[in-house]
Nanobody, 126 residues
Framework: QLMESGGGSVQPGSSLTLSCLHSGFIADNYAIGWFRQAAGKEREAVSVISNSDTTSYDAQSVRDRFTMSRDDAKNTVYLKMDNLKPEDTAVYYC?????????????????????WGQGIQVTVSS
């Protein structure tokens, strides 16, 4: 089970941190991350990390602005979003799934993620 928090409405250039509380992983080799979907657009992968090593993925559109981290003691992952832009406006979903062979080559495919949060709105507007 995944539960997002921390969304809201901010002005361009602001920062916001999303949190995702998860129920813990049943396997060591698991990935957790964030997708987002803007109105009228397809859902896209934003950031994904492995729970067992430093392997990760960041979309080019958020690289150098968004940072994902995890606190295993709190079963929580975070997405720190800096220098937010209007095009970052979307519903953000926390996702998780097992890392099977070939996972990272298809990291942006939604069907690799078995667990999804309900989503949380982030709006960037002046």
């Amino acid at each position: 089970q995944l539960m997002e928090s921390g969304g809201g409405s901010v002005q361009p250039g602001s920062s916001l941190t999303l949190s995702c509380l998860h129920s813990g992983f049943i396997a060591d080799n698991y990935a957790i991350g964030w997708f987002r979907q803007a109105a009228g657009k397809e859902r896209e992968a934003v950031s994904v990390i492995s729970n067992s090593d430093t392997t990760s993925y960041d979309a080019q559109s958020v690289r150098d602005r968004f940072t994902m981290s995890r606190d295993d003691a709190k079963n929580t992952v975070y997405l720190k979003m800096d220098n937010l832009k209007p095009e970052d406006t979307a519903v953000y979903y926390c996702v998780a799934g097992p890392i099977r062979p070939g996972f990272w080559a298809r990291v942006r495919d939604e069907d690799q993620y078995e667990d999804w949060g309900q989503g949380i709105q982030v709006t960037v507007s002046s």
